[in-house]
């Protein structure tokens, strides 16, 4: 583990095949010896120091999921009181751990298609539930009370469409590095009709419902970024409390399928790759206003509240330079 401000090596674990971060705990999982005859644990250290926080016996296979909602990589996703956990290969289920003392809770649900986090207090699964022939984009879910293993809510909602009305069979885009957009145990879909809508996973009810169509494809605690189709259109932000419009921008007239498509939602800004005369290019707005702060030729490489980080060619060398801007 690396210092952030200097760069100097914190602690160091030994070999791991398996390695999750939360802010909380890092998780990973440690085997002795090899083929059937392994024997291996769980981790949980702390982040700060190293110091091992617990250890369980696991299988081979065993992880911690990475998944999260309301999580955006390579940052930590928000801190929960359990984490799901993969802990046998007997049984097709994840389980839930108590993230400080690493004693298990009675949450438990078999694994399913698209896999398993921990929202709030909850256990939740999701699941590509396509139907009609694949054409309705249902996205399945079941919840459970991590602690109790008590049944929650299970339910339907539903994922975006392309601009050809192929199904996006996610919840958010992967050029944002997110899972799922929400906060605390809301999550971010979409309708039958293709509108954006936060659903309270503890009850299924429905939050707010937009007047303002389109696909979910990033966003943070305060607000959504969508997009007319989940590859194509124009930009809208939305207010994440209410489900109302803040602003709108153009197109960024770059496939959300391209290789080099980004989008990043803080507090402050938005960013977004985009093209401009046929060149790449990051187009970054203000959050409040839409307000464009600034078009920088190259690559979103990544981006905070006051700056955003922009890679593009360096001729000189036939390799990348990266710049830093400032807000």
């Known amino acids: 583990m690396l210092d952030a401000a200097t760069g100097a090596t914190r602690w160091r674990a030994g070999d791991a095949q398996d390695v999750v971060v939360h802010q909380r705990a ?18 949980a250290r702390d982040p700060r120091d190293g110091r091992q926080l ?71 699964t999701t699941d590509n539930a396509l139907r009609g022939n694949g054409t309705d984009c249902t996205v399945g879910i079941t919840t459970v009370n991590a602690a109790t293993g008590a049944r929650g809510w299970s339910g339907e909602v539903f994922s975006g469409r392309t601009q050809k009305c192929d199904c996006a069979q996610q919840l958010a885009h992967d050029g944002s590095r997110q899972d799922q957009i929400g906060t605390g145990t809301r999550l971010v879909a979409v309708t039958a009709s293709g509108q954006p809508q936060l659903v309270d996973l503890r009850t299924g009810r429905k939050a707010w419902e ?22 194509v259109g124009e930009l809208a932000l939305l207010d994440m409390t209410t489900g109302a419009s803040r602003w709108t921008a153009p197109d960024p007239v770059l496939a959300a399928g391209a290789t080099a498509w980004r989008a990043i939602v803080t507090d402050s800004v938005v960013a977004v790759s985009g093209r401009k005369d046929d ?32 890679l593009f060619p360096a001729w000189e060398s036939d390799g990348l330079s990266l710049e830093l801007h400032t807000f």
Do not use: M
């Open 279 to 310: 060149r790449p290019c990051v187009f970054v707005y203000d959050v409040r206003t839409g307000h464009q702060l600034g078009r920088y030729p190259g690559y979103l490489a990544g981006g905070a509240d006051d700056w955003v980080a922009v």
């Open 210 to 231: 937009s007047a303002t169509s389109g696909v979910p494809i990033a966003g943070n605690d305060r607000s959504v970024l969508i997009r007319h189709a989940t590859d």
């Open 26 to 43: 890092v998780y990973l999982r440690q085997c002795v010896g090899t083929g059937s005859r392994a024997t291996c644990a769980l981790v």
């Open 54 to 124: 617990w250890k369980l016996p696991a299988a081979r296979s065993a992880e911690v999921s990475d998944e999260a909602l309301g999580g955006q990589a390579p940052y930590a996703p928000p801190a929960t009181p359990y984490v799901a956990v993969w802990l046998s290969d007997t049984t097709n289920a994840y389980t839930t751990v108590a993230v400080a003392t690493g004693r298990p809770g009675a949450g438990r649900l078999p694994n399913r298609a698209w896999g398993s986090f921990v929202a709030g207090d909850l256990l939740v």
